[in-house]
């Protein structure tokens, strides 16, 4: 009797047990089932190896969302879809950015979900998209490889040209170049005393030209003063051309006038006229002349009087003459 109570117990008691068992799995399905998701797809064409299903989605560290799905673009194969569950809750905006972010090392990866703004619109799929779309950055691994591949390409150019560079023509050329020099020093070296002859000429060449110039600027002021001192008698002289303008004028008045007294008729007059008139033209041809001389001499005085009194200037001795 007290084995047929005691299996009756152990009966109970796992009857119970597994009541129990199930209703906590049913209250744990449902509590899970009270967290909704919005669905996001990520579209690369880098490489997303250590991603795998299920692999934890964060924001600014924060544990959000997971993975459900990695798969190829059947219309673009160089193209691969992540799409990420992530709560309902979560603003993901349209400046939120993701990125691949390795675990240690263990080889996998994550998604950590970064930037966005409450001022930003919400994220929403375009027209011909079935879920939004964040936009992925490269890892940090892809830009190293991407700088080490630019490195090496740079490095692959730069052994090229050095090839092109010292290529056997151009070693001669500059073996050429080395021996002209050598060519120029020697040159140089030998024709020594030559140079130092030359320099020593151009410095007296220099001091005697230092001293043409402080000898031209002694002229210069001595002419000034000439010039100071010609100036009231060019104004004296061009009176006195005003005068023999005046009695040459008169002159031709009174040649003018015996030649009237001629034609007149009298005799007396016309002998007269013949025997003044000669004397009259060649004191008119005496007073041009004069006044022709005395002309160019005013303006001679006036634009270099210098040139009347020490004559037109000389050319000054070169180096050597």
């Known amino acids: ?99 691949l972010a390795p675990q240690g090392v263990t080889g996998l990866s994550t998604i950590n979900l970064t930037g966005g703004y409450s001022s930003e619109p919400d994220l929403r799929a375009l027209p011909n998209e079935k879920y939004p779309v964040i936009p992925l950055d490269p890892s940090l691994l892809d830009q190293l490889g991407t700088g080490i591949n630019d490195i090496m390409y740079s490095l692959s150019l730069l052994a090229n040209r050095l090839n092109d560079l010292l290529n056997k023509q151009n070693i001669d050329n500059v073996g050429a170049i080395i021996n002209h020099v050598e060519e120029v020093t020697r040159t140089l070296a030998e024709s020594r005393d030559s140079m130092r002859q030359f320099v020593d ?33 060019v104004e004296q002289l061009s009176v006195s051309l005003e005068a023999v303008r005046d009695a040459a004028v008169g002159a031709r008045a009174a040649s003018d006038k015996v030649k009237g007294m001629a034609q007149v008729g009298s005799e007396q007059l016309q002998i007269i006229g013949e025997e003044t ?32 009194l020490v004559g037109p200037p000389t050319r000054p001795r070169g180096p050597g003459e």
């Open 201 to 233: 000429e151009s410095r007296l060449a220099a001091q005697q030209a230092r001293q043409l110039a402080q000898d031209s600027r002694a002229t210069v002021q001595s002419a000034r003063a000439v010039t100071d001192r010609l100036l009231p008698v």
């Open 277 to 308: 008139q000669p004397e009259v033209q060649r004191l008119l041809g005496d007073l041009r002349g004069l006044t022709l001389e005395m002309t160019n001499l005013a303006r001679e005085m006036r634009t270099d009087p210098n040139r009347v």
């Open 1 to 99: 009797m007290e084995t047929r109570i005691s299996y009756a117990a152990v009966g109970l008691f796992v009857l119970l047990f597994g009541i129990a068992t199930v209703g906590l799995g049913l209250w744990l399905a449902k509590g899970t089932d009270r967290i909704q998701y919005e669905r996001y797809a990520i579209q690369t064409t880098e490489s997303v190896s250590g991603l795998n299903i299920s692999s934890p989605v964060k924001y600014r560290g924060v544990d959000v969302g997971k993975v459900v799905s990695i798969s190829l673009d059947k219309e673009h194969p160089e193209r691969v879809i992540v799409l990420l569950d992530i709560e309902h809750d979560v603003p993901i905006k349209t400046g939120t950015r993701a990125k």
